[in-house]
């Protein structure tokens, strides 16, 4: 790996550490720290540790796709980099559905009103929403992937035939 790859590696674990920080605080990766998160009427506690997690993904799936992209797909190092955020961020999708999911079934026992209107189930207009949101960004996300990993393949391919030519 050349010198310039590791500098782009650590500028951007740099960068998503200054972000977590200004986003969540200085605690961002304590594990006992929780956060609140208000949806309507309701309060999701999560910890900061996992929000943190998820920004420093967000972060590298980013820079590393637009790396990928103004490089046209040439430089191998970056195009690794962005199939293995690729691969985190397709398990964070898979990991909120699963929330979302478990949400939708436990809230019919959690609320218990006369109006169930407000309650997530898996036949709500939300919850059909949200799964086809999901399924279309983790459709992108496996597109994205196996493309950027046909690309590379071909470019690393088209770089060995090269050399090798050159040896001859």
Request: proline share 0%.
């Amino acid at each position: 790996m050349k010198k310039k790859e590791i500098y782009w590696l650590i500028g951007t674990f740099g960068i998503s550490i200054i972000v977590c920080l200004i986003l969540i605080g200085l605690d961002c990766f304590n594990s006992t720290s929780k956060t609140d998160i208000n949806i309507h009427d309701t309060y999701f506690v999560v910890e900061k540790k996992e929000l943190s997690l998820l920004i420093i993904k967000l972060t590298f799936f980013f820079v590393y796709l637009f790396r990928m992209f103004r490089s046209k797909f040439k430089n191998i190092t970056a195009n690794l980099f962005f199939m293995i955020a690729n691969f985190f961020m397709n398990m964070s999708i898979v990991g909120l559905f699963s929330l979302i999911k478990s949400f939708a079934r436990s809230s019919g026992v959690i609320e218990n009103t006369a109006n169930k209107s407000g309650i997530l189930d898996s036949s709500s207009s939300e919850y059909i929403f949200l799964f086809v949101l999901f399924l279309f960004i983790q459709i992108f996300l496996l597109v994205s992937l196996a493309y950027s990993g046909f690309k590379t393949g071909l470019n690393y391919n088209n770089r060995k035939e090269n050399t090798m030519h050159n040896n001859v």
